[in-house]
Nanobody, 119 residues
Framework: EVQLQASGGGLVQAGESLRLSCAAS????????IGWFRQAPGKEREGVSC????????YYKDSVEGRFTISSDNAENTVYLQIDNLKPEDTAVYYC????????????WGQGTLVTVSS
């Protein structure tokens, strides 16, 4: 069974850091793209970063580049999202998702982890 388990969220103060984890099971990261998305209260879900664990290539939304770092541990089948210098506007539920590299849509979604940043 394909599963994605997101974890690592919490309540932090502005300027602090968090590392989110996305543990994949039931499939290999190789051959898939793993994306991190977030949905803030009252807003639509947006993609913030993704990685191709096959070659390490990454993408970041402009507004988070420089503060967010995505990485993968292929041996552990886990993708991480390091978030530094957190801002109140980063408050959201963060989801990880997976798609095959040949697909455009993400088919597998984790349950989300809540990040709350206080000012």
């Amino acid at each position: 069974e394909v599963q994605l388990q997101a974890s690592g969220g919490g309540l932090v103060q502005a300027g602090e850091s968090l590392r989110l984890s996305c543990a994949a099971s039931g499939f290999s990261l190789i051959g898939h793209a793993i994306g991190w998305f977030r949905q803030a209260p009252g807003k639509e879900r947006e993609g913030v970063s993704c990685i191709d664990p096959s070659d390490g290539s990454t993408y970041y939304k402009d507004s988070v580049e420089g503060r967010f770092t995505i990485s993968s541990d292929n041996a552990e089948n886990t993708v991480y999202l390091q978030i530094d210098n957190l801002k109140p506007e980063d408050t959201a539920v963060y989801y990880c998702a997976a798609r095959r590299l040949v697909d455009r849509k993400y088919h597998y979604w984790g349950q989300g982890t809540l990040v709350t940043v206080s000012s």
